[in-house]
């Protein structure tokens, strides 16, 4: 079983930033597809940003693109997202997916390519 922990979230004013965190722990002598996904109130989850296994290849939503960074600890399940000039569209709860496949990278946009799930952490953005 693999356990996915989030953390880091909190409020902020709009144009501030915001680093998250996310572990992967347990059975994982594999490494992972790790991403960002985030769901607003009465809105479907979205993805942000994945962190591809092998290739460390990554991709972002359009709406995150320039704004938000994802890296990763080099051999280890543990990936951050820093959010840079946040805004009001960016409050949700954020929350970190692991996945042990090796799909293409368009695939990694959706939640069916993570079997792991963290609890999620919230993120406000507002004056």
């Known amino acids: 079983q693999v356990h996915v922990v989030e953390s880091g979230g909190g409020w902020v004013l709009p144009g501030g930033s915001l680093r998250l965190s996310c572990d992967a722990s347990?059975?994982?002598?594999?490494?992972?597809?790790m991403a960002w996904f985030r769901q607003a109130p009465g809105k479907e989850r979205e993805f942000v940003a994945t962190?591809?296994?092998?290739?460390?290849?990554?991709v972002y939503a359009d709406t995150v693109k320039g704004r938000f960074t994802v890296s990763r600890d080099n051999g280890k399940n543990t990936i951050y997202l820093q959010m840079n000039s946040l805004k009001p569209e960016d409050t949700a709860v954020y929350y970190c997916?692991?996945?042990?496949?090796?799909?293409?990278?368009?695939?990694?946009?959706?939640?069916?390519?993570?079997?792991?799930w963290g609890q999620g952490t919230q993120v406000s953005v507002s004056s």
């Open positions: 997916a692991a996945g042990a496949g090796n799909p293409i990278l368009s695939f990694l946009r959706s939640t069916s390519a993570y079997e792991y």
């Open positions: 347990g059975r994982t002598s594999s490494t992972y597809s």
């Open positions: 962190k591809r296994r092998g290739t460390g290849a990554t």
